[in-house]
């Protein structure tokens, strides 16, 4: 069985887009059919705060990209108690609560982050970087 992975909302975004951003190793991890990749719903959320603030131009609706989640064989996570018990306990490395939170529900889920930025492997996350 593959590791389970969480995409980042960067990589969310990048994967949508079919960004080289991805590189060598999104690519082959994400065109694996045996790969269970988990999306966030912090993600959706994030991006739908971004936009609304103007903060965020998106190529794509939202709704469509929802929609997409399941024609990709995403799997969306929810927000579940347990993961605010782990982010309330996670040391200040990284003051972005949306990231916080996916860090948080990739450590109980123990999940894979799947991200490029560099801050979140201060935490004590299973972290695949791009």
């Known amino acids: 069985m593959n590791r389970r992975l969480l995409l980042d909302t960067h ?8 960004s ?3 590189g060598r190793i999104g690519r082959k991890l994400l065109a ?9 719903i912090v993600s959706i959320w994030e991006l ?3 936009q609304s603030v ?5 190529d794509v609706q939202l709704e ?3 929609r997409s989640l399941g024609v990709f064989g995403f799997e969306l996570l929810p927000v579940l108690p347990a993961h605010i018990l782990v982010l309330a306990a996670l040391p200040l490395h990284h003051r972005d609560p949306f990231d916080r939170t996916l860090v948080a529900q990739a450590i109980h889920e123990n999940l894979h982050l799947v991200t ?3 801050h979140l ?8 970087r791009l």
């Open 121 to 128: 492997q201060e935490y004590d996350v299973q972290a695949i």
């Open 48 to 50: 739908a705060i971004k």
């Open 116 to 118: 490029a930025d560099p």
């Open 54 to 58: 103007g903060k965020l131009s998106l």
């Open 20 to 22: 080289s951003r991805l």
């Open 32 to 40: 694996d059919p045996e790969q269970p990749v988990v999306v966030s």
């Open 64 to 66: 469509d990209l929802v």
């Open 11 to 18: 990589v969310l975004l990048w994967a949508w887009e079919d």
